[in-house]
């Protein structure tokens, strides 16, 4: 059973970057595929990125394409979501997210196990 744990949140001017992280700690993490969604408040779930266990396919939202950039490193069993060029409209609670088999990749319902999520707050 895979535990997942983000950090990295934090308020960020208008430009800024951040990069989030997301700690599994199951002995397993490299067999699962990952992924980052976001929720802003009084809005659903929404999905960022995706990256499969070897990392050789990665899925985004069209709407963040060149902003954002997911990878992984099964040697320390971590996903990272680095975020560039951050906006106002990125606001929101981010949440990892595994499933073991990826068949929809923007599918919150499909995915295993999610982190608690860290807020990332993007100040105008």
Known sequence: ??????????????????RLSCAASGRTFSSYH????RQAPGKEREFVAAISWSGGSIYYADSLKGR???SRDNAR???YLQMNSLKPEDTAVYYCA???????PSEYGDYEYWGQGTQVTVSS
């Open 98 to 104: 595994a499933v073991f088999r990826l068949l929809r």
């Open 68 to 70: 954002f950039t997911i």
């Open 1 to 18: 059973q895979e535990q997942l744990v983000e950090s990295g949140g934090g308020l960020v001017q208008a430009g800024g970057s951040l």
């Open 77 to 79: 069993n971590t996903v």
């Open 34 to 37: 990952m992924g980052w969604f």
